[in-house]
């Protein structure tokens, strides 16, 4: 399916290339330039753009890994805290990765150099199924941080899109729920984990649901207002819509982490196309004292390609000043 639509976008621009040769050519002619052919075959270079720079999107942009480092600055933080550090990664999308082990390898090589004291993962596993994660499982239960391994449900994760019956929904979101139990990590879903030091408390919420919605929104203001208050707060949500609706000067979070939008796979100078469809749509973003990042994601959905927008590792190093 990925790879359908990947050779559907690279003929669409192949053909999209040659129309406009084709009309440039004839304009130029009738204008009184070169002849037809002479204007054709000089510009025919241009038909290759197409092909090859979804070829180089696709086998070098999917696998150009980049760590964005953060300082995350907050009054609140207690002084135990100072320094700590959080590695995030999101939308991995295990389909993406077939016959790319050895790139996902590579992967968890570069977050495990970043010594982080916590790692998160941010939602979609996987794209069409739990199918999808098996003979991964040694490759990310490799993944491991002094406080743990955490991990929050994405759309994708919960079948949204490959089953007909809610039955099958059940079992197939059931089975991804042991596999990442089995990998070690913890899979927090309208739920909390304290972590103390010297008596200074930092908690860890995972929101449960696929996309913002008002039913879902109400899911997590339950969970947010049955959290005790701690020194500081985080909170993993698969999309990061949540955070303007429901957490911006509604609630005692410090840092919201969020992926979801991929930065559509495409980003040139700061922009992306997923502008136009989150408010917040990648990076890191601050309002009224609290913060969110939104992550660009590992994998890939739809195109198997990326450009501008590199699978990402996030790093967040919590400071007080």
Known sequence: MQLTATLIVTLTAFLATLMILLAVSLIRSLAGGPPFSRCFRKGAWSLLIAPVGMLAASLIGCNIYVIRDNDIVSGSLPPSFEGYTIAQISDM??????GRKASLRRAVR?????DPDMIVFTGDM???GSKEVDGFVEILAGLRARDGVYAVMGNHDYGTYSFETEEEKKEDEARLRRIIGEMGWKLLENEWIDFERDGARVTLVGGEGTTWTPEISAALDSTLKACPPADFKILLYHDPSVWSGSIVGKTDVDLTLSGHTHAMQFQIFGWTPSRYMFEECHGLYRKEGQWLYVNSGLGETGVLARVGAWPEISVFRLKRR
Do not use: D, F
């Open 93 to 98: 999308h295990l389909l993406s990765y077939s």
């Open 110 to 114: 570069k977050i495990l150099r970043q």
């Open 126 to 128: 996987v794209t069409l």
